[in-house]
């Protein structure tokens, strides 16, 4: 008997716990808001785990267990070029561009989330931390796929590139927003978390 455990659904009750625990043992320490949002971004880290690994099959599958990798830099832009040749503007084509937006939008929010959780944060190390957070979602999606715990998946550089490009962009944005704000009206209360 196969079992599938939703390893993001166990995570999103320990945030939870973590929140009521955080509420009670340090109200006066952090702002609410503050600590709105870093739950927020506790489940949103969840739901990318959730979007990007899936359930946990237990025991492993043999038929899942797959080694895929793609090196290939920007090779998605070949992809477009060769769904246009074979149906033009089609579903395939759309369906392809969709995949690679869904890339770009997936670490979006970690970017605006490193610029307001950690203000002090510069371009290189939140540029750093994207990549090493899109490298993590794509050595685990080829590690578990590898032994059969999740359906097959691969290792795709241009998910690095998309996935930090898009995580850059929130930070980027996030900033720029920030900025504009008057100075007085800071949301960073505290810096301890």
């Given at each position: 008997?196969?079992?599938?455990?939703?390893?993001?659904?166990?995570?999103?009750?320990?945030?939870?716990?973590?929140?009521?625990?955080?509420?009670?043992?340090?109200?006066?320490?952090?702002?609410?808001?503050?600590?709105?949002?870093?739950?927020?971004?506790?489940?949103?880290?969840?739901?990318?785990?959730?979007?990007?690994?899936?359930?946990?099959?237990?025991?492993?599958?043999?038929?899942?267990?797959?080694?895929?990798?793609?090196?290939?830099?920007?090779?998605?832009?070949?992809?477009?070029?060769?769904?246009?040749?074979?149906?033009?503007?089609?579903?395939?084509?759309?369906?392809?561009?969709?995949?690679?937006?869904?890339?770009?939008?997936?670490?979006?929010?970690?970017?605006?989330?490193?610029?307001?959780?950690?203000?002090?944060?510069?371009?290189?190390?939140?540029?750093?931390?994207?990549?090493?957070?899109s490298?993590?979602?794509?050595?685990l999606?080829?590690?578990?796929?590898?032994l059969g715990?999740?359906?097959?998946?691969?290792?795709?550089?241009?998910?690095?590139?998309?996935?930090?490009?898009?995580?850059?962009?929130?930070?980027?944005?996030?900033?720029?927003?920030l900025?504009?704000?008057?100075?007085?009206?800071?949301?960073?209360?505290?810096?301890?978390?």
């Open positions: 008997m196969v079992s599938v455990i939703y390893l993001a659904n166990i995570g999103f009750v320990f945030v939870l716990l973590y929140f009521v625990y955080d509420l009670i043992k340090h109200r006066k320490q952090t702002s609410f808001i503050r600590k709105v949002i870093f739950a927020s971004f506790l489940v949103y880290l969840c739901g990318v785990f959730h979007y990007t690994i899936g359930g946990i099959y237990f025991p492993p599958q043999k038929e899942f267990a797959q080694l895929i990798v793609q090196l290939i830099p920007f090779y998605f832009v070949s992809d477009w070029v060769k769904m246009y040749q074979q149906g033009g503007f089609d579903f395939f084509f759309w369906n392809a561009v969709k995949l690679t937006a869904l890339n770009v939008l997936l670490l979006f929010p970690l970017g605006v989330y490193l610029r307001i959780i950690w203000k002090e944060i510069t371009f290189k190390k939140a540029l750093l931390l994207s990549f090493l957070t490298l993590i979602i794509e050595s999606q080829l590690g578990l796929s590898a715990f999740i359906g097959a998946r691969s290792f795709d550089v241009d998910d690095l590139i998309l996935n930090t490009i898009g995580s850059m962009l929130g930070f980027s944005l996030c900033r720029y927003v900025s504009l704000l008057p100075k007085k009206r800071s949301y960073h209360t505290s810096s301890r978390w």
